[in-house]
């Protein structure tokens, strides 16, 4: 019974939300994602947030995701990515699993999907091209009977061309790789995110509500803020990957982005060993809150309060 699931006094719900990737979830490698894995994660996940953000939608993983919030009873939303890499057969693979997954399960637990992640910054799609995926997705949406989940990318370059298309502005934040010290990351990040990400939405705001029109009012969110635990020889100028300097951005970003009620998503919930010799950059595999089973990296997490 859910009701009856051991809890972690380690945890609680104060994270906004958490990225996530099931192990097993490569299609390349032929998949590999069971189900009980998946429940394991969500148990955990549950006690840390409402909301997780997923990567793609290869070897049935958001069914997966989405059946064990259903088992756990879980009060969880999840973002879905339609992946972009420039091959067409795999966004066509993603967007049928897409719809697929949503004549499943509705759109119950859905709350936001994004066509690609940082497809433009590895320049796998031009700007227009991903706006017409955009716009292709919300209008199908729209005629299915679904005009409230929001549609946008996850994306670093074109913002100007990309955020009148959009329904949200998500953004990856990383001050680690801006090579900041790590005591000084959080404050980067408001900065950054005020800069590049909150300004331009209101400014385009405003433009538009000149002219007649204020449906340009939207959220912007961190898709992506973290700080690797290994290797430490691997540093970027002052950023250093270690257990202690994530421990020390997630007490001096998590309780504070809550208090400002600025939306973000965790990188990430769990080690993945893939990443190392798919991107050839070891420090990919170690981003996690825990190592790659399920070992909580820190003796306590942060506890604080969030809009649920």
Known sequence: SPSTLPKDPRLSQSFYGIDY???????????????????????????????????????????????AIQQLKANMG???????????????????????????????????????????????IVTSDLIQLIQDVKHQLAKSGYPRIPVYTTEIRDLQQLIPEEDAVMDN???????????DAANWTWQYFYDVDQYPTLKMAQQFGLDGNKTQTKPAII???????????????????SIDNQRILLETFICEANRRQLPYFWFEFKDQPWKAAT????RESYWGLFDKDLKLKHARLPKCQVDS
């Not at 990737?21 to 429940?39: I, S």
């Not at 700080?227 to 430490?232: D, G, I, R, S, V």
């Open 21 to 67: 990737t099931p192990h097993g979830t490569l299609y390349q490698e032929h998949c590999g994602v069971k189900y009980q894995d998946v429940l394991e994660d969500i148990k955990i996940l549950k006690q840390l947030t409402t909301r997780i953000r997923l990567y793609g939608m290869d070897c049935d993983q958001v069914s997966l995701v989405l059946k």
């Open 78 to 124: 999840v973002v879905l990515t339609l992946w972009v890499d420039g091959n067409p057969n795999t966004y066509k693979r993603q967007h049928d699993s897409f719809w697929k997954v949503l004549g499943e399960f509705g759109a119950d637990h859905i709350i936001g999907v994004s066509v690609g992640n940082e497809a433009v910054f590895r320049k796998q």
């Open 173 to 183: 934040v990383h001050p680690f790789f801006a090579g900041t010290l790590v005591e």
């Open 223 to 241: 898709s992506e803020i973290g700080w690797p635990t290994h290797p430490q020889d691997r540093k970027v100028q002052g950023a250093v990957p």
């Open 279 to 282: 991107f050839n950059e070891t």
